[in-house]
Each structure stands twice: as C-alpha cells, then as structure tokens.
C-alpha cells in the first residue's frame, strides 16, 4: 500500500487490521442489518477507509496481487450483507471518508462521491435551491454509490424515471487502477453501472447527476385504510388506475399488520396509501376526484410543503430539521429478510385475501407495492440493465422483521416469506419472475466460491434482475485487451493522465458500491 499510494499518510490511519482499536466498530457502522452481526462467516482481513484515489487504486492493485475479494461499502444496507460479507480471503474498502457534494448551479449537475448518503445529497440540494431535486429513494442513509449503481427509484420515477437515468458521468477506478470517465470507459461500461452493478466492474469514484426541476409547494397525503373499511376493494382498485395517473402523482400503499379497533381484538391488515403531487392540494383533488374517487380524499388529508420537506416526510421525520437527513445510521434498525416481484397483471381479491391470511400469522410484516408508468413506461427495456420497465404495474417489496436474535428465530421468519413468496407465484411477472437488485435476494441464486461460476449458472439469477439485459452485461466489454501488458505503475500514470483536467478535483472524488464482484 505504502509503495502504491501517493502523498505523506501513514497507512496505519486508513488501513485497519483486526488488532487495529477502529476495526471492530467500522465492521459495524454502517452494518444496518443487525442479522449479520454475529455471522460466522469469515471477517475482512483489512478494512480501509481511503481519503484519495490513489488509496484506493493501491488497495485494488494489492488485491489482485494476494488473489483477495474486494467489498465496496458506500452506506451498509445490501439486504444480504454482501457489501461486508464474503467466504473467501477478502477486504472492505469503506468510502466513509468520502462523500463530498458539489453543486452546478448554472449547469443544475452536481458531483456526488459515492461515500455519500442519499440524505446528504438532498440536504445538500436543498441548501442551494429550492426549486431543484434529484428522483431517488426514500431512506436517506443509504449510500449513493449501490443505490445509483443498482437502478435507484423513488417518489418521482413517474415523473423523472430512476436515479440512474439521470447520471450524465462518473469516473471509475478500473481492476487496472486506471481512472476512466464516461468517454475513457466507454458506450457499454457507462451502461453497465447504471443499473448493473457497478463493484462489477470497478470502483465508481463519483456519479456526475442531472438535477431536475420541482415546485415550490408539493402536497402529500397517507390515508389508512383497514380491511373492515375496505381495503381489500381499495387496493384492488388501485392497481387499475396507478400506473396511469397523470406522472406528478405518485401513490404507493404500505401493508402491515396491525391490532384491532378494540383492545383484545384480533390483528388486521391495514393498507396505507402514501403519495407524493408535484403540485398545489387545489390541482391535486380534482384529479384524484376523476382517477381514484373511491379513496375519498379530502383537502383536509393533504399537506402542502416544499420538496425537501416531503423528503423528511417520507422517511418518517416530518416536522424535524433538516439535519437529520445528515445521520447516516438506519432510523429503523432491526433484523429482516425482503424480497421482490413485479406486477403485470391486476391481482384479483381472492389473491389479495390470501396475502392477508398470512400477514395475520407473523409478527412484523410489511408488503410495498410502488407504482411504474409515466416516464418509466417511455424509457426501453434495454436503455439501462434495469430492464423493469413498461408493462409492469408495480414493484412489489416484501419485509419480514424481528427482534430477538439468533439462528432458530431467523430460520422461522425466513421460512415465512419464502411461503408467501411461493404464494405469490400466479400473480408476478414470469419467465423470468423478475426482482430488483438493490432488494438483494440470495434465494434467487449465487456464484461459486473462486470464480467457478459458469454463465449458465450465473444466468439463473442474472436474468431475474435484469432479463435480456444480462447477456451483454455478462460478456463485459471493457477493452481489457490493450492494457494486459501494462504494469501496475504505468497503468495508474496512464488512468492519472486520462484523469487530468477535468473540473472536478481530488478531494471529490469517492468510491463505489454495493455488489460484491470485484475480483
């Protein structure tokens, strides 16, 4: 390391051994799926946390020269751990240290590190404008980096489509060391990390985003509905007509089990409908009169406020300041086992019945059903690996929750959701049943230890998250063959040089997210 990386650092301050006083609690800072803890599965031999590129290109440069796995964290929250985790001899390059935001006013772009939280980079959006955002997710300290990497979607995708249909650039750091941006890497390379995967291919440093435009005064709403008050017929409903809203109207529904009116009464199920319109509460009713009459919203149910504010709104915070969005550490930490589907055709009632029925058997249960449509339904299949596209209706999220510890309870709640999963079945997308890669499900499939891992194999779950999109992602055009001869050194000054004179400088640049391939 001492002899890859540039500058007067002694490596003791970002690279940490397990006998290292840091180690213990940055293994566990950003682990924000507490299931993962206690695994038994083995721990890094290093952890780094770099502050410059050239940190980053010595820690991959010594990698690949001890055979070692590299996990890329940019916030901790892959569903399956795999950000941290790994079974054979490997490292964590942890991008705490870098998620500078830098801001265009006049070009409305920014540079965002990929260390960065999603809370940071609407924080920071909001100091400088209050007419401008960015369409990505809901919970703010998710990193950026496997968020943008993996698709990345929120209250505006009907409007302004995925997180990474508006990243315009990115500099990345190669299994070469060498530093590409969007031109250096290349057509496939720059589609690959929009949606692929991007710790695939490499280190993304920093994402180049496109900021858009939102009015002053956005109005939001959360109606609950039980299933004594109709929720069943709502949500039936609602999938007609979601997806076909005007695109500044998103409402997705919440279900959760919850206690009865009456204490001592059975659990039920309740549905919360939770929206976000880009406009006045006196543009929104109207609309909703002629699309949705049937969930009776009232003046009364909404709330006008600015973006940002919708922002804390939406991840439980409303009324709160602005700094909380600058907490990187989970607000809701607790173990859980999710998976995911897409809607094509309208579930009938008896389909949604039988979900209820087996909500009311487990404890913590949460199914998210988010609406596609609008600008989502514009963009082709093949634009991006996200390939979930026009024809589907909604994306479903299933969440299963619990407190205690331990293998026992973990095996029980798990079993849960793989029956409603197989439940599920007849009523999701097939062939492939598709899933979404930030929702991470080792169900669908693994790779075999030491890269024996054959395309027929991989294509068991590579065609789940990505459908005909995983062909070409596979097949990895990086233009690799020019630069097998380089040495290690002549590599780095050959990515520096690609890298000079850009208008970005060193200290905003990070590293990247939450797929586990780099090898």
């Not at 019945?353 to 199914?367: A, D, S």
Request: one cysteine or more.
């Amino acid at each position: 390391m001492s002899n890859h990386s540039s500058g007067h650092k002694e490596t003791s301050e970002y690279l940490h051994t397990p006998a290292s006083p840091l180690y213990s609690s940055l293994l566990q800072s950003s682990q924000q799926n507490p299931r993962w803890l206690n695994s038994t599965i083995p721990k890094p031999l290093l952890i780094i946390t770099p502050s410059t590129e050239s940190e980053i290109q010595a820690a991959i440069l010594c990698s690949r020269n001890h055979g070692l796995q590299i996990r890329v964290r940019s916030g901790g929250h892959d569903y399956e751990g795999l950000s941290y985790l790994c079974r054979t001899p490997f490292i964590i390059i942890d991008l705490i240290n870098l998620r500078s935001i830098s801001i265009d006013m006049k070009d409305e772009t920014a540079w965002v590190q990929t260390g960065a939280s999603i809370g940071e980079l609407y924080y920071s959006i909001a100091q400088k404008s209050p007419i401008l955002g960015f369409p990505a997710g809901l919970c703010p300290s998710v990193g950026v980096g496997g968020h943008f990497s993996g698709g990345g979607f929120g209250t505006m995708l009907r409007k302004y489509g995925l997180a990474a249909d508006n990243v315009v650039d990115a500099y990345m750091i190669d299994v070469y060391g060498r530093i590409l941006d969007r031109e250096a890497m290349g057509d496939d390379l720059f589609w690959a990390i929009r949606g692929g995967g991007a710790a695939s291919f490499g280190i993304i440093v920093s994402w180049k985003i496109k900021l858009i435009r939102v009015p002053p005064t956005v109005t939001v709403f959360t109606i609950d509905k039980k299933l004594e008050q109709g929720a069943t017929k709502l949500v039936h409903r609602w999938q007609y007509i979601a997806d076909k809203l005007p695109e500044d109207l998103f409402i997705r529904i919440v279900i959760q089990d919850v206690n009865g009116e009456s204490k001592g009464t059975k659990k039920t199920i309740q549905a919360s409908f939770n929206s976000l319109f880009l406009g006045r509460v006196d543009k929104l009713i109207p609309k909703m009169d002629k699309s949705f009459p049937e969930l009776g919203l009232q003046a009364e149910d909404c709330i006008e406020m600015t973006w940002i504010e919708s922002v804390l709104y939406f991840a439980g915070y409303q009324g709160q300041s602005l700094d909380v969005l600058l907490n990187r550490t989970a607000h809701y930490k607790s173990y859980f086992k999710a998976k995911s589907d897409f809607v094509k055709e309208a579930i009938p009632e008896s389909g949604l019945e039988g979900i209820w029925e087996r909500f009311v058997k487990e404890e913590i249960v949460f199914m998210i059903m988010d609406p596609f449509g609008g600008r989502m339904s514009e963009i082709s299949e093949t634009e991006l690996p996200f390939p979930h596209r026009k024809g589907n209706l909604y994306n479903i999220q299933y969440l299963v929750k619990w407190e205690v510890n331990g293998v026992m309870a973990t095996n029980k709640h798990v079993h849960w959701i793989r029956k409603l999963y197989k439940y599920m079945t007849p009523y999701v997308s097939h062939s492939p049943r598709a899933a979404y890669l930030n929702y991470r499900d080792l169900d669908l499939g693994i790779n075999q230890p030491a890269g024996n891992t054959s395309y027929s194999q991989a294509a068991v779950w590579g065609r789940k998250y990505f459908k005909g999109n995983f062909e070409r992602l596979s097949k990895g055009n990086l233009d690799m063959d020019k630069w097998m001869g380089t040495s290690s050194e002549q590599a780095i000054k050959e990515g520096g040089e690609k890298r000079s004179g850009s208008n970005i400088s060193s200290e905003l640049i990070p590293a990247a997210a939450g797929s586990p391939h780099l090898s």
